[in-house]
């Protein structure tokens, strides 16, 4: 299980291991999410990229305004041993 930490995530926030969205990621809150990574994942060492996306979100209000642009955070890379 991976544990993301960060700020203004959405509730369909998805994290994404090496540019690989994760269907399996779970919003715990705004400021956390969780993932459960698969064994084969980390079956070899290596560097990992991780980066998160909120989806847009479409407008509501009068002629479609208030929506977001989807947006990736910058990438956060580790090791696997």
């Known amino acids: 299980m991976l ?3 960060g ?3 959405g ?3 998805v994290v ?3 540019g690989v969205a994760q269907t399996s990621t ?3 809150s ?4 969780t ?3 698969p064994a084969s994942a980390i ?4 560097t990992v990229s991780i980066t998160v996306t909120n989806p847009a979100t479409a407008g509501t209000g009068i002629y479609g305004s208030g929506g977001t642009l989807a947006e990736t955070s910058s990438p956060t890379t580790f090791t696997v041993n």
């Open 35 to 37: 993932v459960a990574v």
């Open 26 to 28: 779970t919003y715990v």
């Open 30 to 33: 705004g400021s956390q999410l």
């Open 3 to 5: 544990t993301v930490n």
């Open 11 to 13: 509730t369909k926030a």
């Open 16 to 18: 994404n291991w090496n």
């Open 43 to 46: 079956a070899a060492s290596g």
């Open 7 to 9: 700020t203004n995530f």
